[in-house]
């Protein structure tokens, strides 16, 4: 047979389907191929012909691809086979609200349903899925052609427009009817093959997955007590340029974190975790070994850079990890929000075309960087919430150097990876404190200098006495504009001043003054 010609990318359609409508359009036609009995090949070609055909700019072929093979492997045998001539072959008049109802009676059949974080929810072998829209869609869809009526003489009529009203009634339907599912409050643990490993009291045990485990991803291996030797014998090759205490020191941080982003306790310690160190040093190889914990849905790469941006907070919306390889270099200035994202706060984000969610963050972030970016807040509430983790090993030339080492670990011991991050876990609910090296405090504290221009003046000109605000913030400017600091107002500097810490104001004569709480290694001309 001769393949049809596709359609030039840049050909203008009467017709066309444009952008935010594409998925929508090509989900819909899946639906229908479906429901004509199509078998997946032939649903895939003719997405792929439909795409090129109608869609402008078309999307790219793997994504209209995975829209079909999603929609014939999600309802394989389509979800509204029935016999002609029974009774749930008709519908009574065939009104929109009763189409949602009857959608809403396929979607409960066998399976628990529920409405939470702007979402609705459907339980399939233990596992909490989403029912997005593209879902709703395929389905409602195969309602089209069915009889209305007694004599069954007139029949559906559908499209991508009308099922959107029909979803619509469902989503109503849905939403009061059915149990709303928290989340957030879930049991602490990880769905596995052979059950439910639940991490409480610092005590780990397996019990048989339910529906009230709320999970939302499985890990494809099993729970066994195999052991963590290669596991522990890849980190230490990690650390071992330092001393044994500085070299366990880092690994049980590393293993702390992990273990808590697993099984969804990160927000609760509210710490955000920063691998650095120059390349060569393993942080790639310990983020794929990390990575294979978490499937694709149960993780993101989003930096903390980016979090303020429209629609992108959403992509943090159900992940239990937000693996970053490389840091941008450019400031981190959301500072209320990298505190509510860390701490696991409830938060409202936007999402392209939809209703915004509200959502509480599960995940633990991991940020690895070969320099360390500038950060816009000064504050403590910003800095307590950092552990960094220096990997200084440089494994260039090293005899001991293995490509690929990360990778293998998690495909041949995924087991023992599982076990490794569950012992962590334990840990820090006997601890719920990370364990934290003598460097990893040091990287940290000469990491928040460089980034606060006022609090390394402090550092650097520190000053015996009560000196008047005016006189410092002089000195300051001084200080600052032959280094290429920006210029901030007075007000500001003051603000900057007592949120180093080091600083204490009070009042003499009327006027402001501030004094060092610590330190004498200097005197500033003007001082009291």
């Known amino acids: 047979t ?64 995975k829209i079909a093979q999603g929609v014939a492997r999600r309802y394989p045998a389509g979800p509204l086979a029935y016999t002609p001539g029974t009774t749930k072959t008709r519908f009574e008049i065939g009104s929109h609200a009763e189409m949602g109802e009857r959608l809403v009676s396929i979607l409960t059949t066998g399976a628990d349903t529920a409405h939470g974080e702007g979402n609705f929810w459907r339980c399939r072998d233990g596992i909490w899925e989403v029912m997005d829209d593209d879902d709703l869609t395929s389905i409602t869809l195969q309602f089209d052609g069915m009889p209305v009526g007694p004599s069954g003489k007139k029949h559906i009529a559908l499209n991508a427009g009308t099922a959107a009203s029909v979803i619509k009634y469902a989503r109503s339907i849905l939403r009061t009817a059915h ?11 990880v769905a596995v093959r052979n059950g439910f490993v639940r991490v409480q009291d610092g005590t780990i045990t397996i019990e048989p997955l339910s529906p009230e485990h709320r999970a939302r991803h499985r890990l494809d291996c099993d729970y066994t007590l ?81 979090w303020g941006k429209p629609f992108r907070l959403s992509l943090l919306h159900g992940a239990r990890v937000n693996l970053v390889n490389e840091m941008p270099s450019r400031d981190i200035l959301e500072g209320d929000i990298f505190k509510a994202v860390i701490t696991g706060d409830e938060v409202i984000a936007e999402r392209k075309f939809k209703d915004p969610i509200h959502f509480v963050p599960e995940a633990g972030h991991i940020f690895a960087g070969n320099t360390l970016p500038g950060v816009g807040d000064a504050t403590d509430g910003f800095w307590r919430r950092i552990v960094v983790v220096p990997l200084s090993r440089e494994f260039e030339g090293s005899a001991t150097r293995r490509i690929g080492a990360g990778t293998e670990l998690a495909e041949n011991h995924l087991g023992a990876l599982l076990l490794w991050a569950l012992n962590g876990a334990a840990a820090m609910q006997r601890s719920e404190a990370y364990t934290v090296g003598d460097s990893s405090k040091e990287i940290a504290a000469e990491w928040r200098d ?27 400017k001084a200080w ?15 603000r900057r001043l007592l949120a180093s810490r080091l600083v204490a104001k009070k009042k003499s004569m ?19």
């Open 480 to 494: 600052s504009v032959p280094r290429g600091f920006g210029l901030m107002s007075v007000h500001t500097f003051g």
């Open 179 to 189: 149990a709303t599912i928290d989340f957030a409050n879930a049991p602490r643990g």
């Open 226 to 306: 195999e052991g963590t030797g290669e596991v522990d014998a890849f980190i230490a090759e990690l650390f071992s340029d330092v001393t044994e205490s500085e070299a366990i020191a880092r690994a049980t941080t590393i293993q702390e974190f992990v273990g808590a982003c697993l099984v969804g306790d990160a927000p609760k310690y509210q710490r955000a975790l920063v691998l650095y160190g120059g390349g060569g040093n393993g942080k790639s190889e310990l983020l794929n070994a990390v990575r294979a914990l978490f499937p694709k849905h149960a993780r993101a790469s989003l930096s903390p850079q980016d």
């Open 510 to 528: 009327g006027i402001r003054v501030y004094e060092c709480v610590s330190g004498r290694l200097g005197r500033i001309e003007g001082a009291f």
């Open 450 to 476: 460089e980034s606060d221009p006022v609090r390394a003046w402090i550092q650097e000109c520190r000053w015996v006495g009560a000196v008047p605000a005016m006189t410092l913030y002089e000195q300051y």
């Open 2 to 65: 001769r393949t049809p010609e596709r359609r030039s990318a840049s050909q203008p359609v009467a017709d066309a389907v444009i952008e935010g409508g594409r998925n929508s359009y090509l989900t819909s036609r899946a639906g229908v191929m479906l429901k004509a009995g199509m078998s997946e090949a032939a649903i895939v070609a003719g997405i792929l012909e439909e795409n090129a055909a109608r869609c402008r700019p078309p999307l790219d072929e793997k994504e209209a691809q």
